[in-house]
């Protein structure tokens, strides 16, 4: 194991909230959370200020909603981070729902299988 040496900072408040946040998230300790934070950084400056992702099992899926849809969105996360007491991410929430909707649509495939095309198909165009 390497040789560590601590690190100490006094930080605002509120960012040591979206820090918690998201160290929590991504289920490391602080040391293991502003380690890799810190490692990012560096490497974003090595690369003259590039950002490059280091889990290469990530994709990206971007899209363009209307102002209404983003506005109503916006004001979900907002109730449902008063309601919870826990902030709700953009990224949380859009995820969630993709993970809900294949999940049901693999429930929904598993109970009445796709037709693969071996049955009798009546509509050959053959007449008796």
């Known amino acids: 194991m390497a040789e560590t040496k601590n ?22 300790t602080t040391a293991q959370y502003i380690t890799e934070l810190l490692t990012e950084y560096f490497k974003m400056k090595e690369n003259g200020g ?22 109503r969105i916006k004001t979900h996360l907002e109730r449902e981070t008063q309601r919870t007491g826990r902030k709700l ?3 949380e929430f859009v995820l969630g729902l993709i993970e809900e909707a294949l999940e049901a649509a ?6 009445a299988p796709i037709s693969n095309g071996d049955e009798a198909d009546d509509s050959t165009g053959q007449e008796s």
């Open 7 to 28: 690190l100490c900072a006094q930080i605002s408040l509120d960012l040591h909230q979206k820090i918690s946040e998201a160290r929590e998230a991504a289920g490391l």
């Open 50 to 71: 590039n950002i490059t992702m280091t889990n290469n099992n990530t994709r990206t899926l971007a899209f363009q909603i209307t102002e209404d849809l983003f506005q």
């Open 89 to 91: 991410t953009q990224r």
């Open 106 to 111: 693999e429930q929904q495939e598993e109970a």
